[in-house]
């Protein structure tokens, strides 16, 4: 079974940096993709940033392009995302998404992925 766990939310002022975590667990193998996607109130869920796990190749959301950062250690099956000058607009819950089917997809799509972790709550305020 596919488990997506985040953890490494919080509180954190304008300007300041976090940085999550998913762990991934029940992967078959290392072709694997996982996304992060956030959610803020009253909102749709948005892409955010992607890794393939075996090709390490990141992409980004326009909103977080040169702020946000993806990495992965694949020996944990950990994946992360460190959030630097971070704004209020970044205040939602952000998920974790895993896909594990073969073939072409758009790493934007919410529909690409299979697998959704619980979220954890990003609130950036003074």
């Known amino acids: 079974e596919v488990q997506l766990v985040e953890s490494g939310g919080g509180l954190v002022q304008p300007g300041g940096s976090l940085r999550l975590s998913c762990a991934a667990s029940?992967?078959?193998?290392?072709?694997?993709?996982i996304a992060w996607f956030h959610q803020a109130p009253g909102r749709e869920r948005e892409e955010i940033s992607y890794?393939?796990?075996?090709?390490?190749?990141?992409e980004y959301g326009d909103a977080v392009k040169g702020r946000f950062t993806v990495s992965s250690d694949k020996a944990k099956n950990m994946v992360y995302l460190q959030m630097n000058s971070l704004k209020p607009v970044d205040t939602a819950v952000y998920y974790c998404?895993?896909?594990?089917?073969?073939?072409?997809?758009?790493?934007?799509?919410?529909?690409?992925?299979?697998?959704w972790g619980r979220g954890t709550q990003v609130t950036v305020s003074s």
């Open positions: 890794l393939s796990m075996r090709y390490n190749d990141p």
């Open positions: 998404a895993g896909r594990e089917r073969e073939g072409l997809f758009s790493w934007r799509a919410r529909d690409a992925y299979e697998y």
């Open positions: 029940g992967f078959a193998s290392d072709r694997y993709h």
